[in-house]
């Protein structure tokens, strides 16, 4: 099971133990799922509705999209801003799994919730996104403005992203889109530990944490996951996109309409009034794809590196106190 486990204390794992397996989680994950986010991008930052019934805008679904960037820009064009996705991925998973074995523990140790509650999961997980969400906000912004940017170049590398950025809107700028950003994150990360734990407890046929299929169970919990949690926060992802993009719009124009907001509620309320609610959730398609994709990779990744690492100190462990009956 993910967190701290108190049955577990002749392989116990620290902090720094599940800061690697999030980062090695975070990395594998990234590298598959990166064309549906550049898809998501797209289509979150599209003002026109993305329809293929009634074409508006230069994407219309998936399939068109899919097309579409790659005969405009080629197969490199889905792995756009991969060196910043990368950089956050391995940074996110390992802050947010290490400040949720921290929490887990904190909670068991020092209280009378038991650390493998979906509730102390739900809490805890969220806090733990909230910590990685703060540290890892500049790498978001890269990533999406290099996903954003179709032929028209304006960063030629993340270098080059960084000095034109600092030098032209300040070093603020790459927490553009936080405020909706911890406002989803906190919920988000908490509904995909929540649903994880009970999905998983009842697909486990024992409380003891036995394998269920062996990873592939955490990955169909982790998918389910994901996908629950994503619905129902969505918006504030599409939020922070837009906003996330703001003194950009040179290098949106050919893309279709572009807009500027003042905030986070000028935001809610331009997209209200002009795209109507259905715009609140554009992209929704790619983004449970890749939800789904995303959590449940994550999580069989994530669970794969600790059972690496627990067999080795089990291993270590036995050939010490074998080491040490030869030594008698």
């Known amino acids: 099971m993910v967190g701290y486990d108190s049955g577990a204390q002749a392989a116990a794992l620290s902090p720094e133990d599940a800061a690697l397996a999030g980062s090695a989680a975070g990395f ?24 293929s019934k009634k074409p508006e805008g230069k994407y219309q ?35 947010q799994f290490a400040s949720f074995q921290f929490l887990t523990e904190v909670v068991h140790k020092m209280t009378q919730y038991d650390s493998q509650t979906a509730g102390v999961h739900f809490i805890c997980g969220g806090l733990s996104a909230c910590s990685a969400t703060v540290v890892c906000q500049p790498l978001d912004t890269l990533r999406t403005r290099f996903a954003a940017q179709g032929e028209t170049k304006v960063y030629r590398n993340l270098r080059h992203a960084v000095s034109t950025m600092c ?16 406002l989803a994150v906190f919920p988000y990360a908490g509904l995909q530990f929540f649903f994880y734990n009970v999905f998983k407890k009842l697909l486990t046929p024992s409380s003891k944490g036995g394998s269920w299929r062996g990873h592939l169970g955490s990955m169909v919990c982790g998918s389910g996951a994901g996908m629950i949690s994503k619905t129902m926060t969505y918006p504030f992802d599409l939020f922070k996109k837009r906003l996330q993009v703001g003194g950009f719009e040179a290098a949106r124009v050919h893309f279709g309409q572009v807009r500027s907001y003042r905030g986070l509620v000028d935001c809610m309320v331009q997209i209200a009034k002009e795209e109507g609610v259905r715009g609140f959730f554009k992209g929704l398609s790619p983004s449970l794809v890749k939800a789904a994709l995303s959590t449940g990779f994550t999580f069989f990744w994530y669970e794969v590196s600790l ?7 089990e291993r270590r462990r036995t050939n010490s106190l074998t080491k040490e009956l030869k030594e008698r």
Request: glycine share 8%; net charge positive.
């Open 61 to 95: 679904g998936l399939f068109q999209a899919s097309r579409c960037i790659y005969s405009e820009e080629g197969l490199s064009a889905f792995w756009k801003g991969h060196v910043p996705a990368q950089l956050l991925s391995i940074t996110f998973g390992a802050v």
């Open 307 to 313: 059972n690496v690492m627990r067999n080795m100190k």
């Open 28 to 51: 594998i994950t990234r590298a598959l799922i990166s064309p549906l986010d550049v898809l998501k991008i797209r289509f979150q930052l599209q003002i026109e509705r993305v329809s």
């Open 167 to 182: 030098r032209s809107e300040g070093v603020l700028t790459f927490y553009r889109g936080l405020s909706p950003t911890l």
